[in-house]
Each structure stands twice: as C-alpha cells, then as structure tokens.
C-alpha cells in the first residue's frame, strides 16, 4: 500500500514555505531576539536570517494546518481476514517544546489491532507528524496520536510508545545529553489484556 502522494504533498509544501511572504512585523521579532541573544541583526550573515526563521517556524508548525485525522479517512476493508496487530516501529519525528520553542527529536512506535479495516501503513506516520508539527509536550503528543487512531479506525487496541531527546535539556538547563524520555499510552485491548500488551511490547523492542 506504498501512497507516493505523500512525498509529492511534502514537496510542494516546502517549495510553498520557501518563498511564503513574510511581514516586517514578524520579521522584527526575529531580529529583536536576535539582538536580545547578543548579537547583531545588520551583520551580513544575519541579514535574511529574520525570513529563514519565520518560514522555518511555517514549517515546523504546519501542523495547524491539518486535521491528522484526514490521513485515517480512506480505509481497506478488504484484509483478507488479517486479524493481528499491526505495527509501524521506530518512525522518526520533530516536534517542538511549548515551553521553550525547542527541538524535541525522537521516534515512535505505533501499533493497533484491527476490528474491520487498516490503513495504509505510511498514514500512521502522517498522524504522528500531524501532531509533532505543532508546539508540543511529549505527553500529549503521544496521547493525541494514539486517540487519533482510536476514535477513526475503532481498532481493538492501539499502542502507542514515543521515545525523545528534549533539546531544551540536552543543550540548555541541566544539559543532559543522551537523556532520552519515554511516553506511552495504551487503549483497548493493549490495555486490558495483559497478554496483548506484552505481545506488542516486545515487538515494538521493549
Ligand atoms: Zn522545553
């Protein structure tokens, strides 16, 4: 069930960012941060900076854009009586910190056990960064992500596991690099049934 639209969708969203207008306003506080941090916004190297930050920002945050839940619309019904869980493991995913507009890089492992239909399998990782492209707390993402799943597909079970590095950690605060924090969040059958949740537990590697 590969879905090559999604790539194409990727490539027109970022050559659209890339010469998206930007007004002065926003670029003014840009520069006002940049000259807060300590630096000078009229040096050379600095001069379209102001635009890259305000369009990378576009970027980051295009997740307000979109109702992940879209991805979950088209089904297949037709699963040739498959009736075991399926998972996508270790996607890779940005988000950013609403506390302190950085990076949060990590993955995430998301499995569901299906009642009557899937989903292309590349549209559970539309979701999740659906909901990463958005000012996050990694609790909540994972939550968001796997009710997603739950109220659209009305699986069994869903499983969802994100494992990230927190820049706002790593490199400013307590600078603890390599400290990586682990969310979960299970429905259904995942959370009820003890042997289910093993199951995908170890599958997922943990
Ligand atoms: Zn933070």
């Given at each position: 069930?590969?879905?090559?639209?999604?790539?194409?969708?990727?490539?027109?969203?970022?050559?659209?960012?890339?010469k998206?207008?930007?007004?002065?306003?926003?670029?003014?506080?840009?520069?006002?941060?940049?000259?807060?941090?300590?630096?000078?916004?009229?040096?050379?190297?600095?001069?379209?900076?102001?635009?890259?930050?305000?369009?990378?920002?576009?970027?980051?945050?295009?997740?307000?854009?979109?109702?992940?839940?879209?991805h979950?619309?088209?089904?297949?019904?037709?699963?040739?009586?498959?009736?075991?869980?399926?998972?996508?493991?270790?996607?890779?995913?940005?988000?950013?910190?609403?506390?302190?507009?950085?990076?949060?890089?990590?993955?995430?492992?998301?499995?569901?056990?299906?009642?009557?239909?899937?989903?292309?399998?590349?549209?559970?990782?539309?979701?999740?960064?659906?909901?990463?492209?958005?000012?996050?707390v990694?609790?909540?993402?994972?939550?968001?992500?796997?009710?997603?799943?739950?109220?659209?597909?009305?699986?069994?079970g869903?499983a969802v596991?994100?494992?990230?590095?927190?820049?706002?950690m790593?490199?400013?605060?307590?600078?603890?690099?390599?400290?990586?924090?682990?969310?979960?969040?299970?429905?259904?059958?995942f959370?009820?049934?003890?042997?289910?949740?093993k199951?995908?537990?170890?599958?997922?590697?943990?």
């Open positions: 069930m590969a879905d090559y639209s999604d790539s194409i969708e990727d490539a027109l969203a970022a050559r659209e960012a890339a998206l207008p930007v007004p002065d306003e926003v670029q003014e506080a840009v520069k006002t941060l940049l000259r807060w941090s300590g630096e000078d916004p009229d040096r050379e190297g600095l001069l379209d900076t102001p635009k890259r930050v305000a369009r990378a920002w576009k970027e980051y945050c295009e997740g307000y854009n979109e109702n992940p839940a879209i979950l619309a088209r089904t297949f019904e037709e699963v040739g009586g498959y009736d075991e869980l399926v998972l996508l493991k270790d996607i890779p995913f940005h988000s950013h910190c609403e506390h302190h507009m950085a990076p949060i890089i990590g993955k995430a492992s998301i499995a569901y056990m299906p009642t009557d239909r899937v989903v292309g399998i590349s549209k559970l990782a539309r979701v999740l960064h659906g909901f990463a492209r958005r000012l996050q990694q609790e909540r993402l994972t939550a968001e992500v796997a009710q997603c799943i739950w109220d659209n597909l009305k699986p069994h869903v596991v994100v494992e990230a590095s927190h820049s706002c790593t490199a400013r605060g307590v600078r603890t690099p390599g400290v990586g924090m682990t969310t979960s969040r299970l429905l259904g059958c959370l009820e049934d003890a042997r289910s949740r199951e995908v537990m170890s599958l997922m590697g943990y």
